[in-house]
Structure formats: C-alpha cells, structure tokens
C-alpha cells in the first residue's frame, strides 16, 4: 500500500523559511499530480500547492504565490515545498496528498494522502 511521508516541519520565526518533503514508500511512483494542502486549528483543509511530476507545471494558491515554491525530487519519487517569507497564517499542518493529475490534486480528490507534519510561524 502506498504511503505519504512528510518532513521539514517545525518552528520558525516570522520572515523565515523551511524547506518540506514528501516521499511515496512506493517505488517508482506513478502518480503525476502531487502536491500540499494544510489545516490550521478551527480551520478547514485548504489547497496550498501543486506539480506535475512529469511536466513540470505547477499551481499555487493566491495566498502562497511568490512565497512558496513546489518542485519534483529528481532523485527520489516525491516533491519539496519551499517555504520562504513565511507569516504567522501559515502556521498549519501540511499534508502531502498525490493522484494521477495535478488538477485532481488542487482539486482535494487525492488518491493519497500523507499524516502531516506541523509547521508553525512565531516568534
């Protein structure tokens, strides 16, 4: 069974940046649409960013646009998100989540999912 490994989570200052992972246990992977979602407490999940693995293309949500930055892992079957100039509204938990097309993937419908790995924004 497929599984979703996040990491790089942790606490960082206000204008600061954390690089997260997320790897698939199975290999090779072959999902195209890989991407994050976070939950902030009292919040609803909502989409962050998405890849396609094979092309390239990525897709942001408007809060996170110009901030963050989502790519492949050449090496590895899984994705990054670079997270820079981070505020304290970003503090969540993020979530890996991947399905077989990144619009499946902005759209919440991933066939994966990932447990989350916490991040918080305080200084």
């Known amino acids: 069974q497929v599984q979703l490994v996040e990491s790089g989570g942790g606490l960082v200052q206000p204008g600061g940046s954390l690089r997260l992972s997320c790897l698939a246990s199975?290999?090779?992977?072959?999902?195209?649409?890989m991407g994050w979602f976070r939950q902030a407490p009292g919040k609803d999940r909502e989409f962050v960013a998405a890849?396609?693995?094979?092309?390239?293309?990525?897709y942001y949500a408007d809060s996170v646009k110009g901030r963050f930055i989502v790519s492949r892992d050449g090496a590895e079957d899984g994705v990054f998100l670079q997270m820079n100039r981070l505020k304290p509204e970003d503090t969540a938990v993020y979530y890996c989540?991947?399905?077989?097309?990144?619009?499946?993937?902005?759209?919440?419908?991933?066939?994966?999912w990932g447990r989350g790995t916490q991040v918080t924004v305080s200084s």
């Open positions: 989540s991947a399905a077989g097309t990144l619009r499946l993937v902005a759209l919440g419908h991933g066939a994966y």
């Open positions: 199975v290999r090779p992977f072959r999902s195209d649409g």
């Open positions: 890849i396609n693995r094979s092309t390239g293309s990525t």
